[in-house]
């Protein structure tokens, strides 16, 4: 397998005594396989084609004119440094802010690291750490999806090139799919979570209509638009033409996350995560904040477009991931300061906990109960539901089970479709 290092730094071109000056390396580095192109400049070429498809198998759109463009460009700009390398890689193959952490994730990587199918096989499990890049950059949390990439491109290589294979069936046949289905998050292997993180981007939601005051046209027959219906009969001379027709206006039903952090937790809570991301990048508004021994709000955070940077970057920034639990101060946090701003009272509250929570449980019914009468309908999204003789002898899960409309398990892809159908439905139509 080729190491993707940065050749040297390019010699004097002029020749001893006078001589006849000697070809620039580094153009010679970025030229095709012409005549003078020799191995190195075979190796950069190479390199810079499997760093892009890399980029482009992780979700960047880099076709081969950027490929072009960035050979051009090293050959204009050189290889003095490897600060001006990624430089000249960023500018060619960036066309919005939001690809820049992916961007430096890979470069830090790729052109790093010459064991790249390891680095791929350690960057799936799920905990991953940042490390200091040599361009003197932050390398960000590794992505789950650029893990992928960079395990396909190295398979991809010849076999004279990478010292080992690992290929990667993603097809899954019907009997697989309904194990992933039914499979709990905290068992899963590391394939079959990226495997889950896949199908949650593929699901649809649809959420709740609610009807608002404003109406718009409408093709069948209802409420009679009489204005629209008088315009139609003047420009036919002011015969009734045919009937025009308006009905109410529908939007979507906000929606809030809260989502507990805790170390019993923090594996749903990241699962959970990713579909409040999915869900975000329709037309439903969602605020999301997570709790563990303090509340954060994140909803800036999963506005990154890309889901597997949006939940590191809030892995990075939240302080209390997998830590204790503070149920009650958390809720009574959120009631006092958070619930009046993001809160209205046509939304759909998820909270996600096990109710595991340590002291008098009197406190925790009360602010259950408030957060309950501030909302449309609160959904209680419990783990501890996936035990099939799963009694609520616990006291803080007996506190808030009063209060809530519906207590459903979150533990599995099945649960989550389940939430999915509850969601798009009214609290009127769904069965208790």
């Known amino acids: 397998m080729l190491a993707p290092t940065l050749p040297p730094v390019a010699a004097p071109r002029g020749g001893p005594c006078g001589g006849p000056a000697e070809p620039d390396p580094r153009k010679s580095l970025v030229d095709g396989a012409g005549a003078g192109g020799g191995a190195l400049s075979?190796?950069?070429?190479?390199?810079?084609?499997?760093?892009?498809?890399?980029?482009?198998?992780?979700?960047?759109?880099?076709?081969?004119?950027?490929?072009?463009?960035?050979?051009?460009?090293?050959?204009?700009?050189g290889l003095e440094s490897r600060r001006d390398f990624h430089a000249v890689l960023s500018t060619c193959f960036i066309d919005r802010a939001g690809q820049r952490e992916l961007f430096d994730q890979a470069f830090s990587l790729f052109w790093r690291d010459p064991d790249l199918l390891g680095r791929a096989l350690a960057m799936r499990l799920p905990t991953v750490s940042a490390k200091k890049?040599?361009?003197?950059?932050?390398?960000?949390?590794?992505?789950?999806?650029?893990?992928?990439?960079?395990?396909?491109?190295?398979?991809?290589?010849?076999?004279?090139?990478?010292?080992?294979?690992?290929?990667?069936?993603?097809s899954l046949t019907w009997s697989e799919r309904e194990l992933l289905q039914k499979a709990d998050f905290e068992t899963m292997s590391p394939a079959e979570w990226l495997a889950a993180q896949r199908a949650l981007r593929?699901?649809?939601?649809?959420?709740?209509?609610?009807?608002?005051?404003?109406?718009?046209?409408?093709?069948?027959?209802?409420?009679?638009?009489?204005?629209?219906?008088?315009?139609a009969m003047a420009r036919h001379g002011g015969e009734l033409w045919d009937m025009?027709?308006?009905r109410p206006r529908t939007r979507p039903a906000p929606i809030v996350v809260l989502a507990d952090i805790s170390g019993s937790m923090s594996r749903y809570s990241r699962m959970l995560l990713h579909f409040a991301h999915t869900i975000a990048a329709g037309r439903t508004r969602v605020e999301s904040f997570v709790f563990g021994t303090r509340l954060t709000r994140i909803t800036h955070l999963l506005r990154q477009r890309d889901p597997d940077l949006a939940v590191a970057q809030v892995m990075r920034v939240v302080q209390d991931w997998s830590g204790g639990t503070r149920i009650t101060t958390c809720?009574?946090?959120?009631?006092?300061?958070?619930?009046?701003?993001?809160?209205?009272?046509?939304?759909?509250?998820?909270?996600?906990?096990?109710?595991?929570?340590?002291?008098?449980?009197?406190?925790l019914a009360f602010e259950t109960e408030r957060l309950h009468k501030s909302c449309r309908r609160l959904l209680w999204l419990n783990p501890l539901l996936r035990f099939d003789r799963f009694e609520?002898?616990?006291?803080?899960?007996?506190?808030?089970?009063?209060?809530?409309?519906?207590?459903?398990?979150?533990?599995?892809?099945?649960?989550?479709?389940?939430?999915?159908?509850?969601?798009?439905?009214?609290?009127?139509?769904?069965?208790?």
């Open 42 to 77: 075979g190796r950069l070429a190479l390199n810079v084609m499997h760093f892009a498809r890399v980029l482009r198998a992780a979700g960047m759109p880099v076709g081969t004119d950027r490929i072009q463009l960035a050979l051009q460009a090293l050959e204009v700009a």
């Open 133 to 170: 890049a040599a361009t003197g950059l932050d390398a960000p949390h590794e992505s789950q999806r650029l893990a992928s990439a960079l395990q396909l491109n190295a398979a991809q290589r010849a076999p004279n090139e990478a010292p080992e294979q690992v290929e990667l069936d993603a």
């Open 202 to 231: 593929r699901l649809r939601l649809v959420a709740e209509p609610l009807r608002t005051r404003r109406s718009m046209r409408a093709v069948h027959p209802g409420r009679a638009d009489w204005r629209a219906t008088l315009s």
């Open 244 to 246: 025009r027709w308006r």
């Open 331 to 363: 809720l009574h946090e959120f009631n006092r300061h958070w619930a009046r701003r993001v809160l209205p009272g046509s939304a759909t509250v998820l909270l996600i906990t096990d109710g595991l929570e340590h002291g008098d449980a009197g406190p």
């Open 392 to 432: 609520p002898r616990a006291g803080g899960i007996r506190a808030m089970l009063p209060h809530v409309d519906r207590m459903l398990p979150a533990h599995n892809l099945d649960s989550l479709d389940q939430l999915v159908e509850i969601l798009a439905n009214s609290p009127a139509s769904s069965t208790l």
